[in-house]
């Protein structure tokens, strides 16, 4: 499915990452796995450090601490924008939606649109689809896209598939109108007959929590997960996005009548090195030109490994310049989607850290 | 035989990879055991520096990893032969 959206923008970008620093190193003990078996993994796979929430720390506290600091330092109106999107797959409840959550505890106007979109690895993405539709309505002059997720609460610390890659972190992006006619192009995905490869089996009104979900389980590679954790069938995901992906940005940039070469960074959501040099060897660009560092340097924190490329990578450049930049975004659902645009000026983009308890 | 030279290099490959294991009694190291996911992943990584060549994500598939003679016909794909 495509899309073009003119005179639209994104005008700003926090990424709130919790201070809580953990590196892989320390943390092999946890696998069952030999050490020299597990740093192979650390080279390849670019694991090094993450950041994850210390203790019972929900969405809505990292979106409220982040938006509390754009209201503090005069980045954003409190009362100035009409729509507030939360995507998130790790949600404060089942009901009531998280957005609605933030909107109460930061006081916003009652004349708001909230929503919270169940989505992941593409939720970046998708966040900016419908924020950019929702900007069609005359009575939505900004919005406010939330990606956020705290899923190390939901792994298990035994599974070396998940935990050392898992990260904790929000972005805030603002998306508004703009007189320049610039087209942005998007496309996505769906296939719901793949979504049991990345899943929480238990939780649900499925399959509740129970003693037994909770049990651990050996997934015949010697990790060690319940009903209650993530699971995520390694091979199949990889296979998905090596197969998926590049035809999809072929399909992207045929839409756009653009180039490969014309695109100056690719911000594709960062599940690890590996993947992402694969990616970039398949669709024949530069490695350099596949920014890789945020999962190094942060874990794999789902979509907002998008936001946070940029605000760890291209902040002192996208405050004065515009980027021509191709993100994208792939995973649970399965769900895949990219967007090509020219981004920046931007008035903000900052990462802040969210203090420990 | 075709392939010898390459044949030792994969072997020596796998046996630095897993030292435990007997790849030479093996014609199926997924379902044996001797290889695990994240094996293949360093497998290929070191297979890519080895043969100065770059495996693409489509073909790091199990059934291509599942014996010596099936790593030495993905090898052959890109051009690496005796």
Known sequence: MNFIFSHRKISGLLAIVPANERDFVDEMINFNFPLARTLKLKEVMGYDKRRIVDGPVCVSDLACFGMDYLFNNGLLARDDFDGLIVITQSPDYFMPPTSNVIQGRLGLKQDIFCMDINQGCAGFLVGLIQGFLLLDQPSVNKVVIINADVLSRKVSVKDRNSYPLVGDAASIAILERTDAPAPIHANLKMDGTRSDVLIIPAGGFRLPCSPETAVLENDGENNLRSKDNLRMNGTAVFNFVQVEVPPMIGELMKTASSTLDEVEYFLFHQPNRFMLEKLADKMKVPRAKMLSNVVEQFGNSSGVTIPMAIASNLKERIIRDSINVCFAGFGVGLTWASMLLNCGPLAFCETIEYPNR | ?82
């Open chain 2, 1 to 82: 035989m075709k392939g010898v030279h390459e044949m030792d290099i994969i072997l020596k490959i796998l046996c630095d990879i897993r030292p435990e294991s007997d790849f030479k009694e093996s014609v199926n190291f997924i379902e044996d055991a001797l290889l695990d996911s994240f094996d293949i992943v360093s497998l290929v990584a070191t297979l890519d520096g080895t043969f100065a060549i770059s495996i693409e994500g489509v073909d790091i598939l199990p059934e291509n990893f599942n014996s010596i003679e099936a790593i030495r016909e993905l090898l052959e794909k890109y051009g690496v032969t005796t």
